[in-house]
């Protein structure tokens, strides 16, 4: 397993956006090499926003 790790936190959307797709074209090159890889940004970028409180993630 390779993990992944990328810079991603940022104040502009704009900036987060382009470190998200970095991470994606890193991370599918990889795969495509055929390595078993997870990366927290690509696998989670969707879920910014999401509420962080501990009622919503229970539910």
């Not at 993990?3 to 990889?30: E, G, N, W």
């Not at 940004?41 to 926003?49: M, T």
């Amino acid at each position: 397993m390779i993990y992944v790790s990328s810079p991603y936190s940022d104040p502009h959307i704009a900036v987060r956006h382009q470190r998200f797709l970095a991470a994606c074209k890193y991370t599918s090159r990889l795969m495509a090499d055929g390595k078993n890889v997870f990366s927290p940004i690509v696998h989670s970028h969707w879920l910014n926003g999401l509420p962080t409180t501990w009622r919503f993630w229970a539910n």
